[in-house]
């Protein structure tokens, strides 16, 4: 008579629960009124899951800034995020015409995101430039 | 592949942005991954040779030599050391990186740190 098969659950699928961003800023600084946004984003580019947008104040030369919470706007669980992606955009501020003064920011960053089992997925990268005149720079960076 | 607290180390490194002061090509920088209870899971030692001011180095993968799990490192602890020939003053941030059998991570990180040779060691928790 054969033995009475076991369920075995499947493994936990633990949910993020935090989400945060750190800069350091190398060799080109970031203006005080550039617009920062970081989107943490689905595989399919539409469903945002945790976002920044703020102007976060000067970055000067060679520091660190945040760790910088972002807002949660959609629950997901570790599975779904191991395809997503990271956008970061910089805008600087366009009040003199034809293109403002435009920004370029070098800089290197984290984004920790950590679920509730404590484990974390990251996203990061060193040396990316964002050079904002006119039209908003931005970059997009797979998780890990 | 076990998951959850049970899932096991597979690779650790670690990373070093050098701020205003450099590390000399002769001093030599120990990391070492501890449990709590002081088992070393994971180290490297090497002189690296010289981190200019404002550089990045590594990542560098430290050398697993026990086996631990997740659940066990949470508690963990990271050691970083520098050892200098002579007098060396270095300022800098680490990250620190440990990836399990389910592809999820713990780190360890620190900004604005400075070991001379007069206080040669700092240690910190693993989130």
């Known amino acids: 008579m054969p033995e009475p098969s076991i369920a075995v659950p499947p493994p936990p699928d633990p949910l993020l629960t935090r989400a945060s961003v750190t800069f350091h800023t190398n060799d080109d600084d970031k203006d005080n009124d550039t617009l920062v946004e970081v989107e943490v984003r689905l595989s399919d580019q539409r469903t945002v899951v945790a976002k920044l947008s703020d102007y976060l104040g000067h970055f000067p ?69 964002l050079k904002s005149r006119g039209v908003a720079a931005q970059q997009s960076f797979g998780i890990e | ?83 200098p020939n002579g007098n060396d003053t270095w300022r800098f941030n680490f990250f620190l990186d440990l990836l399990f059998d389910d592809g999820a991570h713990l780190i360890a990180r620190a900004n604005g740190l400075e070991i001379t040779e007069s206080r040669q060691e700092q240690s910190f928790g693993i989130e």
């Open chain 1, 61 to 129: 030369d060679h520091r660190d800034a945040g760790p910088f919470t972002l807002l949660m706007v959609h629950p997901v669980r570790r599975s779904q995020l191991r395809t997503g992606n990271v956008n970061i955009l910089a805008s600087a501020n366009t009040t003199f015409p034809p293109f403002g003064h435009g920004d370029t920011w070098r800089f290197n960053f984290v984004v920790d995101l950590v679920f509730d089992d404590g484990a974390h997925l990251l996203a990061r990268a060193n040396g990316v430039q």
């Open chain 2, 1 to 83: 592949m076990a998951t959850g607290d049970n899932a096991v180390l597979t690779r650790a490194s670690v990373s070093f942005h050098t701020n205003d002061e450099d590390k000399d090509d002769d001093s030599r920088v120990e990391v070492t991954v501890r449990l709590m209870d002081q088992t070393v899971v994971a180290s490297i030692a090497d002189e690296f040779g010289h981190f200019d001011d404002h550089s990045e180095a590594g990542p560098f993968d430290l050398l697993i030599t026990q086996a631990a799990s997740r659940g066990a490192l949470k508690t963990g602890s990271v050691a970083v050391k520098i050892s």
